[in-house]
């Protein structure tokens, strides 16, 4: 079955620190693909995508993903977390099949934590 | 802008119950899609609509409906609730299909 996999749960950081945060995904065709962050009490925000063009994608807050198409990669990173990154983020692919629509599939979400 | 709007924000059923679920998008949007997630999980795709059309359906048995209607708000119907569908339901609006979606703040369902 197609799936996406967020291969970290839980990362706790220090503020400062470098994120990578890893997704892979199975879909063997063409793709968008998305990375939302959803902070505590508030609702899932749009963090960045990608649709096609330069793999490396910039997002707000400081937030940049990179598209492997070769890995089924696209790994979310930012070069200093703040502690304001607290919060859960998920990666969530699109397929873009004709029939697919708007539908995401989305990874598990990874908590992090940022220590002040 | 007001962001997509979702009520209620919190509802308590008994299980064989059903539930309605409402979500308005973001003005100009035309398509809307019905998000579950369970606590712990990312959320789960139910339906797309888009031009009060279904354009996608996950993997939820039939007891899960929706519809659009002309002002492109939509309804989740979930009949003869199971405790297993207590969970976050998400509504998300686009303006096109496919296109980036806007999320709203859900409704927490919870199943007794």
């Known amino acids: 079955a197609q799936s996406v996999s967020q291969h970290n749960h839980h990362v706790i950081l220090s503020e400062a620190a470098s994120l990578e945060l890893g997704c892979n995904y199975s879909?063997?065709?063409?793709?968008?693909l998305f990375w939302y962050v959803q902070y505590p009490g508030q609702h899932l925000q749009l963090l960045l995508k990608?649709?096609?063009?330069?793999?490396l994608v910039k997002g707000i807050k400081g937030f940049e993903a990179e598209f492997i198409k070769s890995k089924f990669s696209f790994n979310l990173r930012k070069p200093s977390v703040q502690w304001s990154d607290t919060a859960e983020y998920f990666c969530?692919?699109?397929?873009?099949?004709?029939?697919?629509?708007?539908?995401?599939?989305f990874g598990g979400g990874t908590r992090l934590m940022v220590k002040p | 802008d007001a962001g997509v709007t979702q009520s209620p924000t919190h509802l308590i059923k008994t299980r064989g119950q059903h539930v309605t679920l409402r979500c308005s998008p973001i003005?100009?949007?035309?398509?809307v899609s019905w998000y579950q997630q369970v606590l712990g999980q990312g959320p789960q795709f139910i339906f797309q609509y888009y031009e009060k059309e279904e354009r996608g359906r996950g993997n939820f048995p039939d007891r899960f409906s929706a519809r659009q209607f002309p002002n492109y708000s939509s309804e989740l119907n979930v009949n003869a609730l199971l405790l297993g569908d207590s969970a976050l339901y998400l509504c998300?609006?686009?303006?096109?299909?496919?296109?980036?979606?806007?999320f709203g703040p859900g409704t927490r369902l919870t199943v007794t």
């Open positions: 003005s100009g949007h035309k398509s």
């Open positions: 990608y649709f096609s063009g330069d793999p």
């Open positions: 969530a692919v699109n397929p873009r099949w004709n029939n697919a629509g708007n539908m995401l599939t």
């Open positions: 998300a609006s686009s303006f096109d299909s496919p296109y980036e979606q806007y």
């Open positions: 879909y063997g065709g063409t793709v968008n």
